[in-house]
């Protein structure tokens, strides 16, 4: 599968973004999809994670009540809705997805997915 990100941008504090992650083929429900996020300097980190049905959802505690994935499986399109954004939020966000399915933890793992988009930028202004 192939996977193309896209909505990055410059906002305010406060402001929203969506995000969304369109993939190629036919196989899209097949995958988990994830979101990650890459700030200057940093490691990549888990943002969020949807399985394959979009009926369960994983978030990082730091985006918790403000962000939302989904996907719609028809469209082979996943999103991520971001509210409330904060500078600390500026980063390059890349989407993800895998086969593995998810076990305790292991949805927080870049590991976990061997395909990856090739990043949007989403810069938050203070």
């Known amino acids: 599968v192939q996977l193309q990100a896209s909505g990055g941008g410059l906002v305010q504090t406060g402001g929203s973004l969506r995000l969304s992650c369109a993939a190629s083929?036919?196989?899209?429900?097949?995958?988990?999809m994830a979101w990650f996020r890459q700030a200057p300097g940093k490691d990549r980190d888990i943002v969020a994670a949807?399985?394959?049905?979009?009926?369960?959802?994983y978030y990082a505690e730091s985006v918790k009540g403000r962000f939302t994935i989904s996907r719609d499986n028809a469209k082979n399109t996943a999103y991520l809705q971001m509210n409330s954004l904060k500078p600390e939020d500026t980063a390059v966000y890349y989407c993800?997805?895998?086969?593995?399915?998810?076990?305790?933890?292991?949805?927080?793992?870049?590991?976990?997915?061997?395909?990856w988009g090739q990043g949007t930028l989403v810069t938050v202004s203070s």
């Open positions: 993800a997805a895998g086969v593995a399915g998810f076990y305790g933890t292991t949805w927080r793992d870049q590991y976990n997915y061997g395909y």
């Open positions: 083929g036919r196989t899209f429900s097949s995958y988990n």
């Open positions: 949807i399985g394959r049905s979009g009926s369960s959802t």
